[in-house]
T-cell receptor, first 118, second 118 residues
């Protein structure tokens, strides 16, 4: 089974609208971390937001929020008030296990290409 | 924030030659660095985990004799693609783990290196 599943290869949203990018994950670990990254055409990976498995509140970072539903194993990214500069590839990633235990590698989903339109 | 650099950003080499890519953590000591490969319009695939002072751990299916990784210091890891072939053309990205952080800022990505083998 895929550890990280992003079912939307491409999404369109109008400027100033909100958009939700889906991400589901699969792990048997109790301690894990979920990340969202933005990758523009330049290729750099830009960290957006993080949710720890023990965090009770949904993470928020400016216009980004993470809709964390632990029982459903989903970690959807919500971008509010979309801007033209938000057009990029978005990746969901998971780090399993505790960071102190050496389990630090990230597993990435296949990504969602977001295009913001006027 | 922490910065990770990669050099070169782009490289073109002839088939059969070797090319070295450097990954440096600029303001923290990275005991662990990760090397990813990304083909066009695809996700990041972890190639290997590089630990300072020890042998790298390669993911299944990655040829360790072809992709040589050296993590000789706490701020530098190198990836050497030996006897490169056109199918090795890809975007190579490194990330470095800050052992003093956990959660959102535990890993920092370099800007990537685009390798083209002719």
């Amino acid at each position: 089974a895929q550890k990280i599943t992003q079912t939307q290869p491409g999404m369109f949203v109008q400027e100033k609208e909100a958009v939700t990018l889906d991400c589901t994950y699969d792990t048997s670990d109790q301690s894990y971390g979920l990340f969202w990254y933005k990758q523009p055409s330049s290729g750099e990976m830009i960290f957006l937001i993080y949710q720890g498995s023990y965090d009770e509140q949904n993470a928020t970072e400016g216009r980004y929020s993470l809709n964390f539903q632990k029982a459903r194993k989903s970690a959807n990214l919500v971008i509010s008030a979309s801007q033209l500069g938000d057009s990029a590839m978005y990746f969901c990633a998971m780090r399993e296990g505790s960071t102190t235990g050496g389990g630090n590698k990230l597993t990435f989903g296949t990504g969602t290409q977001l295009k913001v339109e006027l | 924030g922490a910065v990770v650099s990669q050099h070169p950003s782009r490289v073109i080499c002839k088939s059969g030659t070797s090319v070295k890519i450097e990954c440096r953590s600029l303001d923290f000591q990275a005991t662990t660095m990760f090397w990813y490969r990304q083909f066009p319009k695809q996700s990041l695939m972890l190639m290997a985990t590089s630990n300072e002072g020890s042998k790298a751990t390669y993911e299944q299916g990655v040829e360790k004799d072809k992709f040589l990784i050296n993590h000789a210091s706490l701020t530098l890891s190198t990836l050497t693609v030996t006897s490169a072939h056109p199918e090795d053309s890809s975007f190579y990205i490194c990330s470095a783990r800050d052992p003093n952080r956990r959660g959102p800022y535990e890993q920092y990505f370099g800007p990537g290196t685009r390798l083209t083998v002719t």
